[in-house]
């Protein structure tokens, strides 16, 4: 089966770094996208790696590696606006969109 | 228009009713996708529409379900005889390409959020 596993929660303080990591199995791979959601509000697109190596727009890098299965969502000088779930996704094969539960994350001042 | 509408924001209905979702695209985007996502989860995929066309309606959780595209713009999500599993918040999202183009970021509506009691 498809799986894409990401932490329940994670907690930081504003102003610090925070990674999020995201693992998957997919059959196939056509990209790798993270998408920022606050509660209640649509999911919005913030990266997409498709080729190995780091991606960085502003306070938020993302990288790959295509062998390990592994991603990582980074994101610099956190402000308390960062209060979201992320969410991973993988296009398969079929560039079918598979997606991750979220990870919440908060952030104390 | 600027972004994705959907409509309504929040529905409630007895069980055993049917509703209506609408999702209003951007402007001129190709494709179409419904999602639903429980609490605390993540997008499930229903259906995919290219213009007019439903290529894909593989997520849909039963005969219940229906969507439709007729004119390639606005989409209406049917379920029928709603039943309390069929809770969930429902997102539109729209892209420019076909869902096989490359990096194909969706731009997502607010979601409806249907309750069944």
């Known amino acids: 089966g498809q799986n894409i596993d990401q932490p329940t929660e994670m907690t930081a303080t504003e102003g610090a770094i925070v990674q999020i990591n995201c693992t998957y199995q997919?059959?196939?791979?056509?990209?790798l996208f993270w998408y920022q959601q606050h509660a209640g509000e649509a999911p919005t697109f913030l990266s997409y790696?498709?080729l190995d190596g780091l991606e960085e727009k502003g306070r938020f890098s993302s990288f790959l590696s295509r062998s390990k299965g592994y991603s990582y969502l980074l994101l610099k000088e956190l402000q308390m606006k960062d209060s979201a779930s992320y969410l991973c996704?993988?296009?398969?094969?079929?560039?079918?969109?598979?997606w991750g539960a979220g990870t919440k994350l908060i952030i104390k001042p | 228009g600027a972004g994705v509408s959907q409509s309504p924001r929040y529905k409630v209905a007895k069980r055993g009713q049917d509703v209506a979702l609408r999702c209003d695209p951007i402007?001129?985007?190709?494709?179409l996708f419904w999602y639903q996502q429980a609490l605390g989860q993540g997008p499930e995929f229903l259906t995919y529409?290219?213009?007019?066309?439903?290529?894909?309606k593989s997520g849909l959780p039963s005969d219940r379900f229906f969507a439709e595209r007729p004119e390639g713009s606005v989409s209406t999500l049917k379920i029928q005889r709603t039943q309390q599993e069929d809770s969930a918040v429902y997102l539109c999202?729209?892209?420019?390409?076909?869902?096989?183009?490359?990096?194909?970021?969706?731009?997502f509506g607010a979601g409806s959020r249907l309750t069944v009691l």
């Open positions: 529409f290219q213009n007019e066309a439903q290529l894909d």
């Open positions: 790696n498709v």
């Open positions: 996704a993988v296009s398969d094969s079929n560039y079918q969109l598979i």
């Open positions: 997919t059959s196939g791979f056509n990209g």
């Open positions: 402007s001129g985007h190709v494709s």
């Open positions: 999202a729209s892209s420019l390409g076909d869902r096989g183009s490359g990096a194909n970021v969706l731009t």
